[in-house]
C-alpha cells in the first residue's frame, strides 16, 4: 500500500508480534486496561465482603518489609512483578484472540480502519467504470465513502435484467461494490465474475444476478445493496441515485429524440439536451442526507451524458449539490468520446453539467489531466477520439477554476486510462489547500472537517 499511513503501519511490524498491540491509534489498548482494573477492583469487592481486609493486611505488610528494606528496592520489585503479571497476562490474551487467525492481516485492519475513519466525508457522483476507477483511490482516504451511481443503463446484462425482472439496472452498483472492497478477496471475484456460456446465463455477471435475487427477496434494490455490501465489507456505502424505473432520453440537434442510455452514442449526432422518462423522478432519502453531510462532492469522471449528469437530471440532487457547502471537484474526461463529445473542450463539458444541472454552483474547480503520452496509441484516432482541450479562459469566464496534474497510468503502448491512486491523490491534495485557504481567511470548515486532524495521506 503506498499511502502513508500504511508505510507507518509497516515500520511498526518490526516490533515483536506482542508489542505490536501497542501501535498508537488502534484504541485497544485502553479497553485492556479497563478490563484489568475491573478485575482488580471485583477482587478487592470480594476480599472485603468476607472481612479478610485486604487493604489492611496489605499495608501491615508493606510496612514491615519497608522497616526491612530500602524504599528503591521494594520500588523496583513491586514494579518488575506488576509488569512480569501484566505482559504474561497480554501474551495470553493475544494467543487466545488470534488462535487460527492473521495477527498482521487483524492489526493493519485495526490500523486502517482507526484511521480511514477519521478521514473527510465524500459524496462521489456518476457512474460506469469512471466511478468504479475513482472509488479505488478514495477508499484509501477515507471510510466516509458514499457513491451515487446512476439507474439509466440499459444495455447488456443490466439490461436484460431490467427488462426481464424489472429491477433497477444492478450492473454500475456492482462494479462500485466491487471497487470499494478488498480487490484480493475471492468473494469480490466471484461476485465480478461474468459467465462466458450457459443459455440464458451467457453474458450475465454473478454479482448482477446476485443483487437481483436479493432485490426480490427483500423488495428494495437499496436493501439488497446493503446485504451485498456487508458481504464484502466495503469501505463506505453505494446508492442508487433514484428508486425510480428512470429512462434517459436525448434530444439531438438534428431534431431526432433518441431513447435509451445504449443508443445515444450510437446515434451518431451533437446531443441537445438530456431529459428522463419519467419526469422529475425522486431522490433517494439517504442520498439527500449524504450530501448535506457532504464535505467534499465530486462529479465524474465517466461518460458524460450517460453516467455524471443523469444523476444531476433528479432536482433535488441538483438542488442539493448547488447549496452544498462542502468542496465540489468535477474529474473532466482525458480523451473525448465518439457519440457523445466529439470536439468537446473542458469548458463545454462543464457547460453541460452546469446547464443540465440548472446551476454554476454544483461545480467549484475542474480537476484535468496536463500529461499525454507521445506515442498516443492509434486506435484513438481510428475511433474518432481525441484530448480533450484545455481551454483555461473560457472556464475562467465561467468563474470555475482549474487544477491540472497527471493523472494516467504509465504504460508503453500510448493508451490513456485513468490512474485511480493519482486521480484521488490529486482530489485530496486540491481538498486539503483548499480548506487551508480557508482557515487563513477565517472561513468556518464545514462540519466535521475540523475533526479531520491528520487524514491519510496516498
Known amino acids: ?61 508493606i510496612r514491615k518489609i519497608a522497616m526491612k528494606v530500602s524504599t ?56 460506469g467504470t469512471g466511478l468504479s476507477m475513482l472509488l479505488k483511490g478514495i477508499k484509501n482516504i477515507t471510510n466516509n465513502i458514499t457513491a451515487v451511481v446512476t439507474v439509466g443503463d440499459d444495455g447488456g446484462s443490466s439490461g436484460r435484467l431490467r427488462e426481464e425482472m424489472g429491477v433497477l439496472p444492478p450492473g454500475d452498483i456492482r462494479n462500485c461494490i466491487a471497487a470499494l472492497a478488498n480487490d484480493e478477496d475471492l468473494v469480490t471475484k466471484l461476485f465480478q465474475y461474468r459467465f462466458k456460456t450457459g443459455e440464458g446465463l451467457e453474458g450475465h455477471s454473478f454479482g ?26 466495503i469501505r463506505g456505502r453505494v446508492l442508487p441515485s433514484t428508486l425510480d424505473d428512470m429512462k434517459l432520453v436525448a434530444e439531438m440537434e438534428d431534431g431526432r429524440i433518441i431513447h435509451g442510455e445504449s443508443n445515444i452514442p450510437e446515434a451518431h449526432g451533437k446531443i441537445k439536451r438530456l431529459f428522463t422518462d419519467p419526469q422529475n423522478c425522486k431522490a433517494l432519502d439517504d442520498v439527500i442526507a449524504a450530501i448535506r ?73 475542474v480537476l484535468v489531466n496536463d500529461f499525454m503520452p507521445s506515442n498516443l496509441a492509434e486506435k484513438y484516432q481510428l475511433s474518432g477520439s481525441y484530448p480533450v482541450k484545455t481551454d483555461y479562459e473560457n472556464l ?10 497527471k493523472l494516467i497510468e504509465d504504460n508503453k503502448d ?45
Open 208 to 233: 448482477n444476478l446476485f443483487l437481483t435475487a436479493l432485490c426480490s427477496i427483500t423488495g428494495d434494490m437499496v436493501r439488497a445493496v446493503k446485504e451485498s455490501s456487508n458481504v464484502l465489507s
Open 72 to 127: 528503591e528496592w521494594i520500588a523496583f520489585a513491586v514494579v518488575m512483578f506488576g509488569a512480569g503479571i501484566f505482559f504474561k497476562g497480554w501474551q495470553k490474551t493475544n494467543l487466545s484472540m488470534l488462535d487460527g487467525s492473521d495477527n498482521e492481516s487483524l492489526l493493519e485492519h485495526l490500523y486502517r480502519r482507526r484511521k480511514l475513519n477519521r478521514g473527510p466525508k465524500i459524496v462521489a457522483v456518476g457512474g
Open 1 to 61: 500500500m503506498s499511502n502513508k499511513v500504511m508505510s507507518n503501519f509497516r515500520k511498526s511490524m518490526k516490533m515483536p508480534v506482542e508489542a505490536r498491540w501497542l501501535i498508537p491509534g488502534l484504541q485497544v489498548k485502553r479497553w485492556f486496561a479497563l478490563i484489568f482494573l475491573g478485575a482488580v477492583l471485583m477482587t478487592l469487592g470480594v476480599l472485603i465482603l468476607f472481612d479478610i481486609k485486604p487493604v489492611f493486611y496489605t499495608m501491615e505488610f
Open 293 to 365: 453531510d457532504a464535505e467534499l462532492i465530486i462529479l465524474g469522471p465517466g461518460s458524460l451524458f450517460t453516467s455524471v449528469i443523469p444523476n444531476l437530471l433528479i432536482p433535488e440532487i441538483s438542488h442539493e449539490i448547488a447549496r452544498s457547502k462542502a468542496k465540489k471537484i468535477y474529474v473532466c474526461n482525458i480523451m473525448t468520446q465518439p457519440g457523445e463529445t466529439d470536439g468537446f473542450s473542458v469548458s463545454d463539458h462543464v457547460n453541460a453539467l452546469i446547464k443540465h444541472a440548472g446551476s454554476k454552483k454544483i461545480i467549484d474547480t
Open 396 to 405: 475562467k469566464k465561467l468563474g470555475i477554476k482549474m487544477f491540472s496534474r
Open 414 to 458: 500510448g493508451f490513456v486510462r485513468h490512474s485511480s491512486h493519482r486521480v484521488a491523490r490529486a482530489i485530496y491534495y486540491w481538498f486539503r489547500k483548499e480548506h487551508k485557504q480557508d482557515r487563513s481567511m477565517n472561513i468556518t470548515p464545514h462540519k466535521d472537517i475540523e475533526n479531520e486532524k491528520q487524514g491519510c495521506n496516498l
